[in-house]
């Protein structure tokens, strides 16, 4: 099994720039998430997907959008790049869990390094 | 809201010494906790977690965590510390069942840099 993973890993942008970050899972997870890691911030979540069809915002989402293509994928879109979104950003999917969706550990992708000038 | 701290940046320890990576976290309820660790260039990997029973938590690679609740506490813990476990260490806390949508965010500390000297 692949686990999660994310394209592409390396992506520099300009100023005002749309990007799309792609993430899949081989895990038939229900949920799945993006987080972004900056310096000295841990994990911050960015959006997350309970299930397919299903997409909430988490703390830190101005900025970005998502879509749950399917059950196995779920994209972050940066529709005009700005120079704070520079940073490492993971993508993570779990065991669903209707009653209790976070006891299970999140699998987290090998993560995208975007910078933006 | 739910918070965690992680009040040392770094920690350092020579080889074949005990560690402890410190976590306090403020959550309404019982907590879920769970330990991650990171290495360079590499995306976070589950160690162990706490949900409910024994305090003492068993996770991979020989660590082990112990919840207090009186004390807020998920300390992350290794009776001998290895060379290879020099890695960012991150603690997480999300709600209990029933929270509402916050029942599907972790919560993540800032990370402790673990680095163990030969």
């Known amino acids: 099994n692949a686990g999660v993973t994310q394209t592409p890993k390396f992506q520099v942008l300009k100023t005002g720039q749309s990007m799309t970050l792609q993430c899949a899972q081989d895990m038939n997870h229900n949920s799945m998430y993006w987080y972004r890691q900056d310096p000295g911030m841990g994990l911050r979540l960015i959006y997350y997907s309970a299930s397919e069809g299903t997409t909430d915002k988490g703390e830190v989402p101005n900025g970005y959008n998502v879509s749950r293509l399917n059950k196995r994928e779920f994209s972050l879109r940066l529709e005009s790049a700005a120079p704070s979104q520079t940073s490492v950003y993971f993508c993570?999917?779990?065991?669903?869990?209707?009653?209790?969706?976070?006891?299970?550990?999140?699998?987290f992708g090998p993560g995208t390094r975007l910078t933006v000038t | 809201a739910q918070s965690v701290a992680q009040p040392e940046d770094q920690v350092n320890v020579a080889e074949g010494n005990p560690l402890t990576v410190k976590c306090t976290y403020s959550?309404?309820?019982?907590?879920?906790l769970f330990w991650y660790v990171q290495y360079p260039n590499r995306g976070l990997q589950f160690l162990l977690k706490y949900i409910t029973g024994d305090n003492l938590v068993k996770g991979s690679y020989g660590f082990e965590a112990e919840f207090n609740k009186s004390q807020t506490s998920f300390h992350l813990k290794k009776p001998s510390a290895l060379v290879s476990d020099s890695a960012l260490y991150f603690c997480a806390v999300s709600p209990p069942p029933g929270s509402g949508a916050g029942s599907y965010q972790l919560t993540f500390g800032k990370g402790t840099k673990l680095s163990v000297i030969p």
């Open positions: 993570a999917s779990t065991r669903d869990g209707i009653a209790a969706p976070l006891s299970y550990e999140q699998y």
């Open positions: 959550v309404s309820g019982n907590p879920y």
